[in-house]
């Protein structure tokens, strides 16, 4: 009895080995087959990604990159016997921008253009407008690094349409802007550092700007150049120039940023005291996707001149004048077309 119990335990254990022994050579085959399968898709990677960079060799390379966009901004506000008060008003904004930007070897060529002009209608009152911009930017580089280019950088801006002072209470209100009174023209030589896509930092030592206005009757009230200056059409300045421009089309979903900082300096001012002083211009802009066609967009332009001279208190204080912080901010909501 104790010999077949024996005998039976034995072949248990034998069988049980020869089981596991089945079972670790089936293990270590399959493991083979995973390793022999993962070096086939590696190689056949490596050859999708050869076939695809010479399908990208034999393509010609695109310099060119563009892009367009105009929006249709309608607003209107009605009141009637509205106890917390209220100014019937309708006002129409158009915002254009377009890009086109050049790449090529080791140079690039970035151009921007915006523009805008927009007029609103209050009640009582005649119309004016609300927005007047004319905003060319271009900027010639050639690289230095991956990071880091010389570049050549050239800003022109203006506005379409004549602008009166609405502080006069005259019938006859006096001009104070039309086209090319003022203009502004920047021409500088520097280095142009892109730490990422999406951000640009200019920085010049040897930076020109030119102040025109064309026209004798705003040149003779010295709003944009100073009546110390022997000529009250043109003016010239030589200083230093730093601008900052960031841009993200999908900072959120269906949000897009673009936002723009100059900062000048005349060092070179014939007055010792203005040579401290530092013109800032700072826009910013979003842009929200509604639909296909329908959109909105919220944009504040934030400036500061020395030498632009505005009139500080026009009931306390008339015909007083000098620099001012100046600050505009816009909504618009309305028709939106990309191409």
């Known amino acids: ?156 801006e203006s506005q379409f349409d004549q602008g009166f002072d609405f502080n006069d209470e005259n019938d006859i209100r006096p001009v104070i802007s039309r086209f090319m009174s003022p203009a502004y023209l920047k021409l500088s030589l520097g280095i142009d550092i892109k730490p990422t896509d999406k951000l640009s930092v200019y920085v010049s030592p040897a930076a020109g700007k030119w102040t025109f206005v064309t026209d004798d009757s705003i040149a003779a009230q010295n709003i944009y150049i100073p009546s110390t200056h022997d000529n009250p059409n043109r003016r010239g300045e030589f200083g230093a120039l730093t601008s900052f421009i960031y841009q993200d089309k999908a900072i959120l979903k269906n949000v897009g940023l673009r936002t723009s900082l100059e900062l000048f300096n005349n060092y070179t001012d014939v007055v010792k005291e203005n040579q401290g002083n530092i013109d800032v211009d700072w826009q910013v802009r979003f842009d929200f996707k509604l639909g296909k066609y329908i959109g909105a967009n919220v944009f504040t332009h934030l400036k500061y001149d020395h030498d632009t001279k505005i009139e500080y208190d026009p009931v306390n204080k008339p015909g007083v004048k000098g620099p001012r912080t100046q600050f505009k901010e816009l909504f618009g909501l309305g028709f939106q077309y990309k191409f």
């Open 1 to 156: 009895m104790i010999h077949l119990i024996l005998s039976a335990a034995l072949m248990l254990g034998l069988s049980i080995g020869a089981s596991a022994q089945i079972d670790s050579l089936a293990i270590a085959q399959k493991n083979q087959e995973l390793a022999d399968a993962k070096v086939a898709l590696a190689q056949a990677q490596a050859a999708v990604d050869a076939i695809n960079s010479q399908l990208k060799a034999l393509q010609p390379e695109q310099k060119w990159k563009s892009g367009r966009v105009v929006s249709l901004n309608f607003n209107q506000g009605s009141f009637n016997n509205w106890s917390l008060g209220g100014v019937n008003a309708v006002s129409l904004t158009t915002l254009a921008n377009g890009f086109a930007n050049y790449k090529f070897a080791n140079w690039t060529w970035d151009n921007n253009l915006d523009l805008a002009y927009g007029v609103v209608k209050n009640k009582g009152e005649d119309v004016r407008k609300n927005e007047d911009k004319i905003d060319f930017q271009s900027k010639l580089g050639r690289k230095a690094s991956d990071k880091i280019s010389w570049a050549v950088l050239t800003r022109f």
